[in-house]
Structures are given as structure tokens and as C-alpha cells.
């Protein structure tokens, strides 16, 4: 059973530029959330999503960035318009339920962006 | 709101000895859960133990044991006869029962040396 896949694994862009992230959760789970974590820091919550329904999007910044988990295919979270600000780690965790009930969210090895 | 505090940035031990690596959180609601991840050099981020708040035991796995001590508010991970391969970061998290984000704390680097 293949873990939480994410792509690319390095991203760079210049300012202003789309990068698009993507996140594919593991074989049965229908839960994914979004996570960033800047340089020498833990990581911050960023979205919950679930399949075409975006759950939770109190950490999400108010422009430039979107997520999306459609029927199909990959999460993916956009960031339009990079700036250097938005260098980061960025995490993307599933479950197969929410963790209302406990249990771990399994991470994927993150994408690392780098704006320049 | 809850909140996760770590107060130590950088730990050391000896291989083969023991290490307790201190949690502190902050939360209104009565249940919720609480997290110790580890962050190898590599970036990944793995799971390592978890305790509920109603849980009566201290939860263990392998060489990590969760030191859950509800009336002050600590959840230390405790790692036995520490591994050169222990040396990472390690973040606490929590969430409350009911919400589904993972509130971190800014972590712990254990570096281990034989």
C-alpha cells in the first residue's frame, strides 16, 4: 500500500509565477489536509479537504492561494503570484476519517518550494 | 485556542541512554488527542505515538512511551536506549476531538552521539 505521494518534491519559481502542488493520499483515504512549514519551524495548518469539498480553510492566506480535492485525481493547492514569502515546506497529510475519533494522519514527504 | 509549547529548541544524549523530550499544551475542550511526530534531516514527517485525553494509560510504542500528565497539562515523549538514528527534529502536536487540524509546536532537535 503506497504511502501519501506528493510531486514535485523540489519546486522553484520566480516571483510571480503558479505553482502548483499535488497530493495524492493513500489507497482508502478520502481525507487530505494541507500543512507549511517555514524554515526552523513547525508546521501550520494550512486546509481540510474532502473529495470536492473543502472542509476547513481557517489557515488558508486569503489571496493567491487555493486547494481543490476533485472526484478524480490528485489534491492539488495553488499559489498564484509566488513571492518570496512563500518559500516553504509544504506537507499534505491523509486519513481515511477525520480525526474526530483519534488516529494519525499520514504525511507525504513534502514539497519544497523555493521562490526566487 | 489551543496551543502547543516546546521549550527546549536542542537536546543531546548519549546513545543507549534514555531522553525526555518536554510538551506542553493549552485547550478548553475536554477531549482531544495529542501527537509526537519525527523529522529526520531528510524532511519526511513520521508518526510516532498517540494519547487521547480519556485514555487511563500512558500510551507506548516500541521505545517511545507518551508521559500524559493531564493535571499539568504535559504529554513528554520518553525515548529509551536512544539510537544514533534517533538524532532529528521532534514536533508535538495536538488536536481536539471534533476538529481535524494539528496544532504544532516549533519542535526539538535531538542529536544523539555515541
Known amino acids: 500500500n503506497a504511502g501519501v505521494m506528493q510531486n514535485p518534491r523540489h519546486l522553484v519559481r520566480r516571483r510571480g509565477q503558479e505553482a502548483r502542488l499535488r497530493c495524492s493520499p493513500m489507497?482508502?483515504?478520502?481525507?487530505v489536509y494541507w500543512y507549511r512549514q517555514l524554515p526552523e519551524e513547525g508546521l501550520k495548518f494550512m486546509v481540510y479537504?474532502?473529495?470536492?469539498?473543502?472542509?476547513?480553510e481557517s489557515g488558508m492566506p486569503k489571496e493567491r492561494f487555493s486547494a481543490e480535492f476533485p472526484k478524480e485525481g490528485p489534491s492539488i493547492l495553488r499559489i498564484q503570484q509566488v513571492v518570496r514569502g512563500d518559500s516553504a515546506a509544504y506537507f499534505c497529510?491523509?486519513?481515511?476519517?477525520?480525526?474526530?475519533?483519534?488516529?494519525?494522519?499520514?504525511f507525504g514527504p513534502g514539497t519544497r518550494l523555493t521562490v526566487t | 485556542a489551543q496551543k502547543i509549547t516546546q521549550t527546549q529548541p536542542g537536546m543531546f544524549v548519549q546513545e543507549k541512554e534514555a531522553v525526555t523530550l518536554d510538551c506542553t499544551y493549552d485547550t478548553s475542550d475536554p477531549s482531544y488527542g495529542l501527537f509526537w511526530y519525527k523529522q529526520p534531516s531528510s524532511g519526511e514527517m513520521i508518526f510516532l505515538i498517540y494519547?487521547?485525553?480519556?485514555?487511563?494509560q500512558n500510551a507506548t510504542e516500541g521505545r517511545y512511551s507518551l508521559n500524559f500528565q493531564k493535571a499539568r497539562k504535559s504529554a513528554n515523549l520518553v525515548i529509551s536506549a536512544s539510537q544514533l538514528g534517533d538524532s532529528a527534529m521532534y514536533f508535538c502536536a495536538m488536536n481536539n476531538l471534533g476538529t481535524d487540524k494539528l496544532i504544532f509546536g516549533t519542535g526539538t532537535r535531538l542529536q544523539v552521539f555515541p
Open positions: 494519547q487521547g485525553s480519556y485514555d487511563q
Open positions: 479537504l474532502q473529495k470536492e469539498n473543502i472542509i476547513d
Open positions: 497529510a491523509s486519513s481515511p476519517k477525520g480525526l474526530a475519533g483519534a488516529g494519525e494522519q499520514y
Open positions: 489507497k482508502g483515504h478520502s481525507h
